[in-house]
């Protein structure tokens, strides 16, 4: 007789024949259980499972670290909140663009004025950048200048970039996706 190879979730992760329901089990004996096939009944591991006695089929996988909730009946992420906070945490420390495509950026989202991005793309410290700069210590104030002054590329993370726009304004400037499921939430929505 032939049996579908389910994993403890009801996954088929394969197919095999034996004499006997006995046999069959003991074939999968600490990794999973088995579901007797009708003649004729053919499976597709890891696009199939097991529910209810029925073999069904599991919808399009949107993306590939998302896994299948039968009793949710949808793909889930298994991440937990601190995963998600640890990527998006990742891909901001290696974010970095051109300061004349960043001032750019800025503009076309009304961060900037373009009077201010003038100011801004030479170097020069615009209307939006003084309270950002005078809220810093003393000692860091003269230094942000001179990097600003000096940058050719800026780094998602500087203290002058952070306090320029919220952070999901800053991730789409300098084009970070958001590791998912954030990224198909509503803009703004941030991860409770």
């Known amino acids: 007789m032939r049996y579908a190879i389910c994993d403890f979730n009801g996954m088929i992760i394969g197919e095999g024949e034996f004499p006997e329901l006995a046999d069959a089990e003991a074939s999968c004996s600490g990794f999973g259980w088995v579901h007797p096939l009708v003649p004729g009944e053919n499976v597709t591991p890891g696009a ?39 990527a998006l945490s990742t891909r901001r420390a290696v974010a970095s663009m051109a300061r004349l495509d960043f001032v750019l950026a800025c503009t076309e989202r ?73 990224a198909s939430w509503p803009d703004g929505q941030l991860h409770p």
């Open 48 to 86: 199939q499972y097991i529910q209810g006695g029925a073999v069904l089929d599991l919808p399009p996988k949107p993306a590939p670290h998302l896994v299948y909730d039968r009793a949710q009946g949808a793909w889930v992420d298994p991440r937990s909140a601190a995963d998600w906070a640890a």
């Open 110 to 182: 009304g961060i900037l004025s373009q009077d201010d991005a003038l100011i801004a793309v030479d170097g020069g410290f615009p209307a939006a950048f003084q309270d950002i700069v005078a809220a810093l210590p003393s000692d860091a104030q003269f230094e942000a200048r001179l990097r600003w002054k000096g940058a050719v590329a800026v780094d998602r993370m500087s203290s002058l970039i952070i306090g320029l726009a919220d952070e999901w304004q800053l991730d789409q400037i300098f084009g970070l996706a958001w590791p998912p499921p954030l």
